[in-house]
């Protein structure tokens, strides 16, 4: 046989090789994809995944849980993460989905501490994303106009304020952002902002959360839905998940991430929840 039609051979079976080893990583990913109030304890979730189970490849992507739940339909990601039920999502099909509800989040309406408000009422709050209340000195604060922040559509952040707040009223037009960092940023930097944002990001040198009705946003308070602005963190896959986006989802569920990273990161455990929801932001049971 001639030299060249032996590398010829050698390099075709090189080929083939490394398309093997490619393939065989590629079946090893997991991608979740979705909801930004999710993204943090996703991504630290991955990362202790691996501590423990070191071929695992965990990429974790945000883009809102309009787009988790449509990528995961479509067969495009193992995992479509979610603020809201796909129930409540047009073009969703939540019959070829399944659910896995891995924690609640709290969300808080933010403003920049300049504007001298630490309390509003649930009718204020409402006025004010809807245009009805303008200045800070409408609220017993400084004379700084109102800035609304809003979360951008597909977010289910928004889906569930506008729910709870707003009682299908129309927001005003303002600004929109796509993700919670994004909101975080421009509360922070700008006076007369207001806007919402998951717990976990609702830190800053010049954010100032808001009480509602004279309600804390605590953890503690939405256990019992003292606290009304609260979310259930979801996990979707496509019917049955195949074996090891089964064996993640189940680590998700389990007693270490429940009890230990889930709280740590300023989430709350479903074992913690004293009331459930449905899918139209009904309580629906109340706990011990």
């Given amino acids: 046989m001639k030299k060249h039609s032996i590398g010829k051979i050698l390099i075709l079976v090189l080929l083939m090789l490394a398309c093997v080893t490619g393939c065989a990583k590629d079946n090893s990913k997991i991608t979740i994809v979705g909801s930004s109030a999710l993204q943090l304890l996703a991504e630290q979730a991955g990362n202790d995944y ?9 990429v974790v992507q945000g883009g809102g849980s309009g787009t988790g739940l449509s990528q995961v339909q479509a067969g495009a990601v193992q995992i479509g993460t979610s603020d809201v039920f796909a129930e409540t999502k047009k073009g969703i099909d939540a019959k070829k989905l399944k659910d896995y509800k891995v924690a609640v989040v709290g969300i808080v309406p933010i403003v920049n501490k300049g504007v001298g408000v630490k309390n509003v009422s649930m009718k204020q709050l409402r006025q004010i994303f809807t245009g009805k209340l303008t200045n800070w000195k409408q609220l017993g604060g400084k004379n700084v106009p109102i800035i609304v922040v809003n979360r951008s559509k597909g977010s289910g952040t928004r889906d569930s304020f506008e729910d709870i707040v707003l009682h299908k009223q129309k927001a005003i037009k303002s600004q929109e952002q796509d993700s919670n960092g994004a909101v975080k940023k421009i ?10 944002i ?19 946003p605590t953890n503690k308070n939405i256990t019992t839905n003292k606290w009304q602005l609260w979310a259930y963190q979801h996990m979707y896959t496509k019917g049955e998940p195949d074996k090891k986006t089964k064996a993640f989802i189940k680590y998700m569920l389990g007693k270490k991430a429940q009890h230990d990273l889930v709280p740590k990161i300023g989430y709350l455990s479903i074992d913690d929840m004293k009331v459930t929801r449905d899918s139209d932001n009904r309580v629906i049971k109340v706990g011990k």
Avoid: E
Avoid at 203 to 211: F, H, R, T, V
């Fill in 198 to 216: 998951s717990f976990p990001y609702a830190n800053g040198d010049n954010i100032q959360k808001l009480s509602i009705d004279g309600v804390k």
């Fill in 50 to 58: 691996r501590l423990t189970h070191p071929s695992s490849n965990i």
């Fill in 187 to 196: 509360v922070d930097t700008t006076p007369g902002t207001i806007s919402y």
